[in-house]
């Protein structure tokens, strides 16, 4: 789906196409085409109407790319990742945006939903003096409204991490394994791109290109401080969850070494148990104990029976229980 938003003397309004004219170097008019679900139909619009390298424009027609930021004769390329949540579980995933910026003109297309962009389309449709700030600016906006929603999903993280740490300790029944696993895999997803991201916000907040001013670059900053703080976050808890995951593993060894010394303890005592009955229950002629017949029973188990303490208080004198 193709949203163009075109803004001319104080007024911002939204068209079915692009007029050429509004790309002339010295045209008045700030223009925003949002390309949602593209397709190839769109190329030529970006080849043919703006002019853009067929190498960013097939990056920024493919589903996904990490983010990154490349300087052409007449624009900057930008991939900046959004945020959003998955279907099958209460993780998320990261999803691209390109941006296309150039001096009068921002392009962004995505192959998924993507909500912050949403959020301006409606502001530039209730306040025309959004895209009167320039294309970079609204560059800066929907960056920043991006960036705001991995806080959330970092406070998310934050409690599931400290859902399975309970659940590790806790001595519960359950497989917690499956859990870790699942958020290592989400912080991964979160790593993956906070990092990079934060290196292309920190190049448009140095003022490398031209094309950020420096009142800009300042907005920008505040944009890498916060990315910066998500990279720190993920790093962090990448570490936790690979202590949690050690802390996990030695656990169940420490209960599977608990479970063998239990087994190998009653296998012991009814080793030397085992061959008492065998030697009585042989039918063959036997010493016998005082009592009589009737009493044999009662001689051999106790006999067992102080054998068997003998073995405990063994066992324990050599520390071994």
Known sequence: MRTIFVHRDGTTRQVDAVDPAWLAPDAPEVVWVNLDH??????????????????????????????????????????????????????????????????????????????????????????????????????????????DRYLPCLDVLEQRVERVEAAIFSRRHGNPLHDVLRLKSDVASLRRVAGP??????????????????????RFRDIYDHLVRIADEATFFQDRLTGLLDAYLSTQSNRMNQVMKVLTL????????????????????????????????????????VMTAAMMWWFRWMEWL
């Open 38 to 147: 593209p397709t190839d139909a769109d190329r030529p619009l970006l080849e043919d109407v703006f002019h853009f390298h067929e190498l960013a424009v097939e990056d920024a027609l493919a589903e996904r790319h990490h983010p990154k930021i490349e300087r052409y004769d007449q624009f900057l390329y930008l991939i900046l990742h959004g945020v959003g949540t998955r279907e099958h579980h209460a993780g998320f995933e990261t999803r691209d945006v390109d941006f296309f910026l150039g001096r009068n003109y921002l392009v962004t297309v995505h192959t998924t939903e993507s909500p912050s962009i949403v959020a301006e389309q409606e502001l530039c449709t209730k306040h025309h003096t959004v895209m009167a700030e320039g294309p970079v600016a609204l560059l800066h906006r929907i960056a920043d409204h991006m960036v």
């Open 266 to 305: 009653i296998a012991t005592i009814f080793m030397p148990l085992t061959v008492v009955t065998g030697i009585y229950g042989m039918n063959v002629a036997l010493p016998h104990w005082p009592g009589g017949d009737a009493g044999q029973f009662w001689w051999i188990l106790a006999f067992m029976a």
């Open 197 to 218: 991201q934060r290196d292309v916000i920190g190049r448009l907040a140095r003022r490398e290109f031209p094309e950020i001013p420096d009142a800009m670059a300042y």
